[in-house]
């Protein structure tokens, strides 16, 4: 392929993945409302600013890029305590938007699209392990939206109107780290995810509590499946490369739905130890009840993505705390240089990151 349009383009992932499609020679034509991607993500690279539901703007894109051979749609709200007190948002933001952006693409004649759903609308397991077989039923109205728009895609392709339309679905895991090249990062410097709070408790010197440390699990942790953002990125690019193989053309399946994980579970006390292998000290860790609503955790099978598209994680545990260190200070200078803030800017010194390719969990 030689050129796609990337939705949600100029958030963290999006903006992972662009770059990830310029290394490997594939021109990312990006589409994003900066709600919450950042301008400077997209700087030198095709970009058009505004909604996904926006028709006449879809349009105009593939009016001036008619040699689009795909669509990444990556475009989405994610915070689920944001989406338990605003679900009426999260449904028009997440679902009716993409039918909105799906239409457009049927009318344009994109038949190849890619999926960023998400490992939270799955069941939890006995095991925690997951694979693309297992029951889901997301446990958020975030979660619930991505389950939602994977059978929307579902039912769209078996549509007599879809035109030989095909999906391929995505389901991340727990992205964790930044772009190696240190291009793009997180936008806010105090993520909600854990190994955002371990950032946030080394910055401001503050105690990291574990909740829950009664499962069934080698530790009594919980467990998730942190992969490195670059990975998700390269999984998208050989998404793309395998796409006719995966859902062939004319074939009966048109859907197909696989797990972009690290195929090993970490519990949150091995990530704790692999946060203190990278600054080189340790932190106050405390312990408490689980919270509700909190689970055992999932991590992935990833034999599908093995299989079907030639892609397996490369990177550690221990590089994505590295890169998203790294990132971190970088985005923290580049903001002061600028006079400009983001969410979460902390007044405590950035953090360096130390060489910690050797860490190991």
Known sequence: MRKVLITGGAGFIGSTVASALLDAGITPVVLDDLSKGRAEFVEGREFYQGDIADAALVDRIFAEHPDIDATLHCAARIVVPESVARPLFYYRENVGKTVELLESLQRNGCTRVVFSSSASIYLPTPTGRVDESCPVDG??????????????????????????????????????????????GLQDLAPSHALGKLIEAHVNSTPFTITGVDWDTRDGSGIRDYIHVQDVADAHVAALGRFDEVVRPGAGERFRVVNIGTGDGTTVRELVEAFEQAIGEKLDVREAEPRPGDVLGCYSDVTAARELLGWEPRRSIAEGVRDALAWRARWIERLAATGTAAAGTSTAPAVTAPDVAAATV
């Open 139 to 184: 446990s958020s109205p975030y979660a619930r939206t991505k389950q939602m728009m994977e059978q929307v895609l579902q039912d769209w392709t078996g549509g007599a109107d879809a035109n030989g339309t095909r999906v391929v679905a995505l389901r991340y895991f727990n992205p964790i780290g930044a772009d190696p090249q240190l291009r793009t």
